[in-house]
């Protein structure tokens, strides 16, 4: 199988979708809140570079994804969301849980901050499982 180059597009941005509701809709409040930041400080921010630059790191994610879901043979939404997940149980969850922990952070916002990439990489892993593309 080959890499499926308009499955990875879509899953990036479905994901960078997911980001904006999730930050922007969700739990924006909460999320500014427990980062002290005010709603100017949020106004004052650059407008664009933020957007095209997580576009790019979703692009990036997606097709890492992409090909891992081809190594594992993962080629059903169910095997791709499972993967998704392990990858985020594995490696997301606990590097980022460990950085929170010595910073003193709190747990809401570990969990504001990281169960968007949880739910971002088995939605990711759903697609591009499910959007399987045979070699020619």
């Not at 933020?50 to 059903?76: G, K």
């Not at 460990?98 to 739910?119: D, G, S």
Request: proline share 5%.
């Amino acid at each position: 199988m080959k890499t499926n180059y308009p499955a990875v597009i879509v899953a990036a941005v479905v994901y960078w979708i997911m980001g904006a509701l999730w930050f922007g809709v969700l739990f924006a409040k909460p999320w500014m809140a427990l980062e002290h930041m005010t709603v100017e400080q949020a106004r004052s921010a650059n407008p664009v570079l933020p957007y095209v630059v997580s576009f790019l790191l979703n692009l990036l994610i997606a097709y890492v994804l992409a090909q891992l879901c081809l190594w594992r043979n993962a080629t059903t939404a169910a095997r791709g969301a499972a993967l998704g997940t392990l990858l985020w149980i594995g490696f997301v969850g606990p590097i980022t849980y460990t950085t929170y922990m010595y910073e003193l952070r709190p747990w809401q916002l570990f969990a504001i901050n990281q169960f968007y990439p949880l739910a971002g990489l088995c939605v990711m892993g759903a697609i591009l499982g499910a959007w399987t593309k045979k070699a020619a």
